[in-house]
């Protein structure tokens, strides 16, 4: 799977100006898109017999939670740990992933409090001033793909999943968004478009976006993450609080001419 470009406004520059990454999870979602997945995801997804089947009375999302409780217990880092899940998928066709995380994303969305209030309205800040919005993370397009349409984000960088000739999930990644992962991408990015460091924003709420904060000329941490939020007091990052809303707000179509808006470079 590459990276998904979707359809950008017609009014939107084709070379970018500004760049604005945003993580996913607890920073505009206010839940963890894999694990919140899992737990729901339909029986249905599987194919009944195949290796891998939970006993009686279990189903393949919670195998799958205990498998990846038990990775942590153990000290799995979190590209580990990546991995491990999207084993999980393995034989599974790539369309019906992708089905069933439209139909997680529209049940997910439509609970109380689905969004980071405060990252949702940076984004919508950030579209409104004209900049591009790319999301950048760890789960796989399946489930930030809905997130980015709804969202109107023009990029999404996340894991890269394998899938063979017919095309099943293998179960492997041929590229992980963890950690540098992410700061590599945003950098490959920017460079790609002729961009300085200082041209770009990102957004993010766990220690494990620290090396994306540091790649960019501005960075904003969103929520209360210990190490994340000395090195705000360090750097002198902005700090949103990481609370749960109820809409996402106004995130429609961005602005025909960029300005700076609101927003402080």
């Given amino acids: 799977m590459h990276h998904k470009l979707l359809s950008p406004s017609p009014t939107r520059p084709v070379r970018p100006s500004r760049l604005a990454f945003f993580d996913l999870d ?42 990846l409780a038990d990775l942590s217990r153990r000290g799995a880092d979190r590209a580990e740990m ?23 994303y529209t049940d997910f969305t ?22 591009t919005v790319v999301l950048v993370s760890g789960s796989a397009h399946p489930f930030v793909d809905p997130a980015a349409e709804a969202l109107h984000a023009e990029l999404a960088l996340c894991t890269e999943l394998e899938v063979d000739d017919k095309g099943l999930l293998t179960g492997r990644v041929t590229r992980t968004m963890i950690g540098a992962d992410k700061a590599r991408a945003v950098t490959e990015l920017r460079e790609r478009h002729g961009l300085a460091a200082e041209d770009c924003f990102a957004y993010g709420d766990h220690a494990s976006d620290l090396a994306m904060l540091r790649a960019v000329g501005t960075a904003i941490v969103v929520g209360e993450d210990p190490v994340l939020l000395r090195h705000a007091r360090q750097e002198g990052w902005s700090v949103l609080p990481g609370t749960a809303g109820h809409g996402r707000g106004d995130v429609g179509p961005a602005a025909d001419v960029e300005s700076d808006h609101c927003l402080h470079e």
């Fill in 26 to 67: 607890e920073t505009l979602l206010s839940g963890k898109s894999m694990i919140d997945f899992l737990c729901n995801a339909p029986e249905s997804l599987w194919t009944p017999g195949k290796e891998g089947a939970p006993g009686p009375g279990r189903t393949r999302g919670q195998a799958g939670l205990e498998k």
């Fill in 82 to 104: 990546n991995r491990a899940y999207y084993q999980l998928y393995a034989g599974v066709a790539l369309s019906s992933l992708r089905a069933a995380g439209q139909a997680w």
């Fill in 110 to 131: 439509s609970r109380p409090e689905p969004y980071v209030s405060a990252g949702v309205a940076a984004l919508a800040e950030h579209r409104r001033a004209g900049h």
